[in-house]
């Protein structure tokens, strides 16, 4: 049984605690502490669930007993927390991004390449949407070469995130706290799917902005993306966090003989007229329908490979890709002094 804490008391913490709950009930974990700066958010972890609550997490590893830290901090401080566990040898699951800036990211992939080879301590990402069914399906179908090689793709991310959002956590609009807006904080799934899916990728174009809330943050809420994939297929991407709803997302490949079409569901077009689908999973709970409904999924196969000693496949360097991306992308769209 790994003993897990929490690092980060706020809205993503819910998935995390819903996951280690629901690995207590199998015997594969046990909550043993919370961690929060804030003493009213660290309190009220702690009373929720039973457990010590921390300062820091200099002050969880300090006492010991902990095998895995779970990250759910704003983005500036991922890479921290991250390489303070690490380097105690315990595992991380940090959420997305990796890290808030391209620094912070280098330096967590050769961390977390030296603790693998120093004791098999693990650092795992949650880009939870590759779990999801229809996006697996996704996968195995163009993997598979039935389908003849990908021509093409297409994604859209379109939420709605009010200037209120940004108000209930300041950090959110700031390059300091969130090291981007839109891109960082919600796009960054797509774009890790279509390079998981197409291929590796490089940015041809992009641009990002603040088309709509610019007089309440300093990062984007919209952007484009053209991206060209090994292999030669281009995709296009528009996101924004300025829709009037939380939209599905959308994500479209043609290869030579199909398209492939997710809005959730998955449906394959043959191009001798046969049409496949694959549902999505139904909704656990804490999550929301429109993020997909994986991280339980994804976090019970990091405490897989953890008890097993094998590395999971989502570690620092593979989900260091998407941040290249959206890094790029803001090269072409601020001063360096922003965004770096």
């Not at 015997?27 to 972890?45: E, F, I, K, S, Y």
């Not at 890790?192 to 300093?218: F, H, S, T």
């Not at 199909?258 to 656990?284: I, N, Q």
Request: net charge negative; proline share 4%; charged share 20%.
């Amino acid at each position: 049984m790994l003993r897990a804490a929490v690092v980060g008391c706020g809205d993503i913490s819910a998935q995390h605690f819903a996951a280690i709950g629901a690995l207590a009930a199998q015997g594969a974990a046990r909550l043993v502490g919370v961690v929060d700066p804030d003493p009213a958010r660290r309190g009220a972890a702690a009373a929720a669930h039973g457990v010590p609550g921390y300062a820091s997490v200099g002050e969880l590893l300090a006492e010991g007993g902990t095998d895995v830290v779970h990250v759910c901090t704003p983005h500036s401080e991922h890479a921290p927390a991250a390489l303070e566990a690490l380097a105690a040898g315990v595992h991380v699951l940090t959420e997305k991004p990796l890290a808030h800036t391209s620094a912070d990211a280098e330096r967590l992939v050769g961390a977390a390449d030296a603790a693998w080879l120093a004791g098999r301590t693990q650092l795992g990402v949650c880009f939870q949407n590759r779990y999801n069914a229809p996006v697996a399906a996704m996968r195995d179908l163009l993997a598979g070469g039935a389908l003849g090689a990908v021509l093409g793709a297409q994604a859209t991310v379109m939420w709605h995130r009010p200037a209120e959002y940004y108000a209930a956590r300041p950090w959110r609009g700031t390059w300091a706290g969130s090291g981007g807006g839109l891109l960082m904080n919600q796009a960054i799934h797509t774009l890790d799917l279509l390079q998981w899916l197409v291929g590796p990728a490089k940015v041809v174009d992009g641009r990002a902005a603040a088309r709509v809330l610019g007089d309440v943050i300093e990062v984007e809420d919209t952007a484009d993306l053209v991206l060209e994939h090994a292999g030669g297929a281009r995709s296009v991407f528009f996101a924004t966090n300025a829709n009037g709803l939380n939209a599905p997302v959308t994500l479209d490949i043609q290869t030579e003989s199909a398209e492939l079409s997710l809005r959730g569901a998955l449906t394959v077009r043959h191009g001798d007229g046969c049409v496949e689908t694959v549902e999505e999973a139904g909704v656990l709970p804490g999550e929301r329908s429109y993020w997909g409904a994986s991280h339980q999924l994804l976090i019970a196969d990091f405490y897989r490979c953890a008890a097993a000693g094998e590395r999971f496949w989502i570690g620092a360097r593979e989900a260091s890709e998407s941040l290249r991306l959206i890094k790029d992308v803001y090269a072409r769209s601020y001063a360096p002094s922003a965004w770096v």
